[in-house]
């Protein structure tokens, strides 16, 4: 990526990014707040579905259950709090470390299958964080639990009020796009990559591929831990919803509508969800309908997602050159 | 005494009742061309996984450079020298023809847990991936995707990246098969150049290729050698043209 | 020991042992046979709970709506079958996740449409409301009924595997796909009826949990799950790994909810005990699959020649 945009999709992209640097600012013009919330939300799920991508659209490894770290990530700024620990260096280092162990343990159980097994697997996984918190009284179970303050942070980076909560989340946001930019351009990356297509290859070549796809798996969930944390503090209420396996499905959702494999499909994927669930539950109490009709119609006869489209224009352009 | 690079003893594996490796013997000698032929089914390709790790034998033992190899992973007899190439071409198809060496290459260059800095700004592995492409004659074709070249060019691609491993020895599986006559001259000219640089087990179809390239010849019948020897002595061997060359060059 | 407890507790662990494996013979001969992952499995059981529940509305016959249920889930497993599943099975299993997961979210609204957002209840004929004693012990007779079910339908599935033409394919498929095909048998109708029988005895698992629980939305979306371990467990593509797997499933599950607390009690502080004991039997189903991928990654009992 050079700094100057060289395609249409990129120009897409750089507008895109100076567009949500400046939302809050477009909002409060717009005298329409609630639309702030709702990018909020969008974009820390974005940050859960760029992380998704890293291991399903970079590493080819499909998780059917990843909202698990977004719920770990949320119970590890909620259950602290719950004992009136709101320092937010604290939460950050919980997320971080309890979901990077628990990828460690089942991912190195998980990846030593394949294919089928793999996803059945994280999905059992993510399952069974989902069964421990509902049935954890003590943290409100299905009822959940509520977050009276934010997280604690040093004045100049405090996450209080909904606009400094926005660029605690957009910031995050765009490292996390940062991050996994570099990540698969780098070495590391290249050894994920090479996995997904051809992992006996890769192993012929000298490359331990199970090691580099755990250390993935585990990048990917303490990323995704990121999200959970903000969304704790973004909605002051959390609860095993978070972690079903309904949510998992939508985060795949959102990858594939996005484009997969691509640095920025996973942005666009998740708020193109979040405007459709939007405007489609304003319209209709059935909207789940439309969206398994699209699910359907996607795999059926889309390839490629948002991100493709985009990118069939540049060869469109480049053609017409 | 010659220095043997690799020796295989008493190797067996079975599946099932078939035996497809029955006490395999076999020392290759160091900078040679050793050849294994024999007819089809006879436990090639098995006896590559084999040595290449891919396959666990169930009894016997492999040694690499005077070390015994056996409980090594595919990965790490890799990293000790020991490349191998695909019978089915098995490259990374949607990368170009360079990023596929330049994974060999970095196959080669330790760990790869290095998440910053990007590979393609990486002068030295590109440059070590353009020589190995150079060697067997793609490196116009550099940037071309994997997917969209020739056959031929996906199996001299398999031999580059083979040798972009900068391996002590080559284990190549047919790496004529499905060639044309013209690449497939191609390619005996790319190994031929190979030649006392690299030590090489090549198992191939193609007989008037491992007759001009091979110092010396194993034949392999029902997972079994039955003769080891010299171009020349193998030819002329009467145990071997009735239970091989007879059939086919009848 | 309450020794009635534990029988009452061994016979519920039975019956969802037995409704685990209606759900689980299915899933694990389509991922067998035809490599397909179909989150959307548990629609059927849901599916065939509300079917059922219906036509025992409309005619009263708890029968009738069982039979007709049958068929209407095995129609429906059918369409799925023919207008979607069959296209995808050659590709990629991300394709198999979303798609299906499309599914549920289809079928599921669905319902919501044409049976409304609460629950249907499903009377029990007098007959089977009543209550067997024996000794002391006292049982519902519509819980016997269903572990009866569950073992006369495990029982059929048995023969039809094991004895007849069609179970000879199905075998085949599981461990051998390609020789099925090089035998020149009509792979596409082979693969319609597992698919669709598959979808029946799901249905037929929903149909006989509804009377207890009640037909519901998304009733199928939890329990799917642990069918999804119990193929695991058994080995994917194995009607006898699916079986064992479901009893062991369903009795540690059902065992460990009831008995867990005490078991802890012996090692700790019975407030503690009580904090842990659903937390850990929560996960012990979960515990139980990583033991099993750790040890033997193709299931206690992969179907023949899968290695």
């Not at chain 1, 702030?36 to 490894?61: E, K, P, T």
Request: proline fraction near 3%; aromatic fraction near 10%; charged fraction near 15%.
């Amino acid at each position: 990526m050079g700094m100057v945009p060289r395609s249409v999709s990129a120009w897409c992209y750089a507008a895109l990014l100076a567009v949500l640097a400046l939302a809050p600012f477009l909002f409060e013009w717009m005298e329409q707040p609630f639309y702030l919330d709702l990018l909020s939300r969008g974009l820390i799920l974005a940050i859960a579905v760029i992380s998704l991508n890293l291991i399903l659209g970079y590493g080819g490894m499909v998780s059917l259950g990843h909202a698990a770290y977004i719920g770990i990530g949320a119970y590890c700024v909620g259950i602290p709090a719950y004992y009136d620990l709101y320092n937010g260096w604290l939460h950050l280092a919980l997320a971080l470390g309890v979901s990077g162990l628990f990828a460690l343990v089942t991912g190195a159980v998980s990846l030593r299958t394949k294919g089928v097994y793999f996803i059945m697997i994280t999905m059992a996984f993510s399952q069974m964080v989902y069964f421990i918190f509902l049935s954890l009284e003590e943290y409100g179970a299905d009822d959940g639990l509520v977050i009276y303050a934010r997280s604690e942070f040093p004045e100049w980076m405090s996450m209080d009020g909904a606009t400094s909560l926005y660029y605690w989340i957009f910031i995050l946001m765009l490292l996390s796009l940062f991050l996994i930019n570099r990540l698969v351009h780098a070495r590391f990356g290249r050894v994920i990559v090479g996995s997904k297509f051809n992992e006996p290859r890769m192993q012929a070549l000298g490359f331990d591929t199970y090691r580099y796809r755990l250390a993935c798996y585990v990048i990917s969930a303490m990323l995704c831990s990121l999200a959970g944390m903000l969304l704790g503090n973004f909605a002051g209420f959390i609860s095993p919803d978070m972690i079903s396996w309904a949510r998992s499905g939508e985060l795949i959702f959102m990858v594939i509508i996005g484009g997969v494999a691509s640095i920025f499909g996973p942005l666009i994927g998740t708020l193109a969800f979040v405007v459709l669930e939007e405007g489609l539950s304003a319209i209709t109490v059935y909207w789940h309908l439309i969206f398994g009709i699209m699910l359907v119609a996607l795999v059926l006869f889309g390839k490629g997602g948002i991100h493709g489209w985009l990118s069939m224009l540049d060869r469109k352009r480049v053609e017409h050159d | 005494m010659t220095e043997h690079l690799l020796q295989v003893s008493s190797l067996n594996k079975h599946f099932g009742g078939i035996y497809a490796t029955d006490d395999v013997n076999l020392a290759v000698e160091q900078g040679k061309i050793h050849a294994i032929i024999g007819p089809n089914g006879a436990g090639k390709t098995t006896l590559l996984a084999q040595l290449s790790g891919q396959i666990k034998p169930d009894s016997g033992d492999i040694e690499f450079g005077g070390k015994s190899i056996i409980h090594y992973s595919m990965a790490r007899r890799a990293r000790e020298g020991l490349a191998r190439s695909f019978q089915i071409t098995s490259v990374v198809m949607p990368m170009t023809l360079l990023q596929n060496v330049m994974l060999a290459v970095q196959g080669t260059g330790g760990h790869s847990f290095r998440f910053w800095a990007p590979v393609s700004d990486d002068r030295e592995m590109r440059d070590a991936a353009m020589a190995s492409l150079a060697e067997v004659g793609l490196d116009d074709r550099a940037d071309r995707v994997a997917a969209n070249v020739s056959h031929g060019e996906q199996r001299q691609l398999e031999v580059a990246m083979a040798l972009a491993m900068k391996p002590r020895m080559l284990l190549l599986d047919e790496p004529m098969a499905g060639m044309g006559k013209e690449e497939g001259a191609m390619m005996v000219e790319i190994l031929n150049r190979l030649r006392g640089d690299k030590t090489i087990l090549l198992v191939e179809h193609d007989m008037d290729a491992v007759f001009s390239l091979a110092d010396k010849l194993s034949v392999l019948v029902d997972g079994h050698i039955i003769a080891t020897d010299t171009v020349e002595a193998i030819r002329n061997n009467l145990e071997v043209q009735r239970a091989y060359l007879g059939d086919s060059h009848a | 020991m309450d020794w009635n407890l534990l029988i009452t507790q061994l016979l519920n662990g039975l019956q969802l042992g037995l409704l685990l494996f209606l759900l689980a013979s299915g899933l694990t001969l389509i991922f067998g046979i035809m490599d397909f992952i179909n989150l959307s499995h548990g629609s059927f059981y849901m599916i065939g709970a509300y079917f059922c529940g219906t036509v025992v509305a409309k005619t009263g016959s708890f029968l009738l709506g069982i039979l007709l249920g049958l068929v209407g889930v095995f129609v429906v497993g059918a369409l799925v079958e023919w207008f979607i599943a069959r296209k995808l099975y050659r590709a990629d299993h991300l394709d198999h996740v979303l798609v299906t997961f499309g599914l549920i979210l289809i079928f599921d609204t669905l319902v919501h449409i044409i049976w409304g957002a609460s629950g249907m209840a499903i009377p029990l004929p007098d007959s089977l409301n009543g209550q067997v004693s024996i000794g002391s012990l006292v049982l519902p007779s519509y819980r016997l009924l269903i572990i009866g079910c569950g073992l006369l339908v495990a029982g059929l599935l048995y023969v039809l595997v094991v004895r007849t033409r069609l179970g000879m394919l199905i075998r085949a498929g599981a461990s051998n796909r390609t020789m099925v095909e090089a035998l020149g048998v009509n792979i596409n109708r082979l693969f319609l009826i597992v698919f669709a029988l598959g979808a029946t005895m799901a249905g037929f698992a929903g149909m006989l949990i509804a009377p207890i629980t009640e037909a519901s939305i998304g009733m199928g979306n939890d329990i799917i799950i642990i069918a999804f371990v119990v193929v695991i467990v058994g080995g994917i593509g194995s009607v006898k790994g699916a079986f064992y797997a479901a009893m062991i499933l369903g009795l540690i599950d059902t065992l460990s909810r009831s008995y867990l607390d005490l078991l802890l009690n012996l090692v700790m502080p019975v407030t503690y005990a009580e904090t842990a004991a659903p937390a850990l039997s929560a996960m012990l189903v979960y515990i139980l699959m990583a033991a099993v991928l750790a040890f033997r990654p193709q299931g206690l009992f992969p179907p023949a020649g899968v290695k």
